[in-house]
């Protein structure tokens, strides 16, 4: 049996940079209420948004992930070219292949190893977790991390369930080897049992038919039963929050920054509680002007706290996202 060279990497990897693009209409609970029969006051009341962000015919998934990565390269003090790895969280890149990644790969300039990954909302975490393993295990130097949707192409207009709650937006990470370990372990799962929550309603085959089916035309939609989701999201992921904490040797006076999944406000507020954060904590609320993005709301979330002075260069933050599957993941990072 011959002797097999591996690979080693560096002792410890880190975000050192973080990039977001933001569509550009911005929608108001106004334009969403009459298809719903809903009001500003109740999906305010519900949710804690106020306006989301809908993509137009030009913004597609790759433009907004190219223009959130060239952001994020740059502010990690990097060319493009340096990238050797590129990872890509989305639910709604509609050619089931290629990987857009692939292609945000060609335009950004490099020709790293790129791939797709689908964990819904918990998505970006779960590309940080990958590219820290990466990056550690020597297989990459640096790792772009895009969390990106464009959920306005599978969402129910009529829907009051979710049509007042998802949007459109891309961030991204650079991460690469770092002198102090900036990713502490991740915590992550999945609750299959919870597989019917949030979903996409209709089977491909169902639009597409057959000879012996015709098909209904009509492009799949997100469905989610929110009562349930926010019982399960409120309780469970406090006490992920705090495993993830005790993985990084983190405690709650440790934590300079709490960035949750933008799902809902509510439920912001009820894992903020359950898991009894300092008032010391500030707390990303990226939903209530962005609204739920899915794999790129934790990253947009972090971009506009960095942007506003909330999370500074250095701090300790906890970020954690859960979607559907159910799945999860949650870590504890440096702020770059």
């Given at each position: ?86 990872v890509v969280a989305t639910v709604s890149h ?135 989701v926010f019982r399960w999201a409120s309780f ?101």
């Open positions: 049996m011959a002797a097999l060279t591996t690979t080693t990497g560096a002792q410890h990897a880190a975000i050192l940079g973080v990039g977001a693009y933001r569509p550009l209409r911005v929608v108001p609970n106004s334009d969403v209420v009459d298809a719903i029969d809903s009001s500003d006051e109740w999906i305010q009341q519900r949710s804690g948004i106020k306006t989301r962000r809908w993509a137009g015919p030009d913004e597609s998934v790759q433009m907004m992930s190219v223009e959130a990565s060239r952001i994020a390269i740059e502010r990690a003090g990097l060319e493009p070219g340096q990238i050797d790895c590129v509609l050619l089931q292949t290629p990987a857009v990644a692939t292609a945000i790969a060609h335009e950004l300039g490099t020709d790293a190893a790129a791939f797709d990954i689908s964990a819904a909302c918990s998505g970006f975490c779960h590309g940080i977790a990958l590219a820290s393993d990466i990056v550690r295990a020597g297989t990459s130097r640096y790792v772009l991390v895009v969390g990106v949707e464009r959920l306005t192409d599978i969402l129910d207009l009529t829907d009051r369930g979710t049509a007042f709650i998802f949007a459109d937006g891309a961030g991204a990470a650079v991460v690469g080897p770092s002198e102090t370990a900036g990713i502490g372990p991740v915590v992550w799962g999945s609750d299959g049992e919870q597989f019917d929550l949030i979903r996409q309603r209709e089977d491909w085959r169902d639009v597409v038919g057959s000879p012996e089916k015709p098909g209904s035309g009509v492009m799949p939609h997100l469905t989610m039963q929110g009562n349930p469970a992921m406090a006490k992920i929050g705090q495993q993830a904490l005790d993985a990084a040797g983190v405690t709650l006076d440790d934590l300079d920054v709490f960035v949750p999944h933008q799902a809902n406000m509510r439920i912001i507020d009820a894992m903020a509680r359950s898991m009894k954060l300092p008032p010391t904590v500030r707390i990303a609320r990226d939903v209530a002007d962005q609204g739920n993005t899915s794999a790129a709301s934790v990253p947009l979330a972090l971009d506009r706290m960095m942007a506003e002075g909330e999370a500074r260069s250095g701090d300790t933050a906890l970020l954690i996202a859960f979607g559907a599957g159910l799945s999860y993941a949650a870590q504890v990072v440096t702020v770059p």
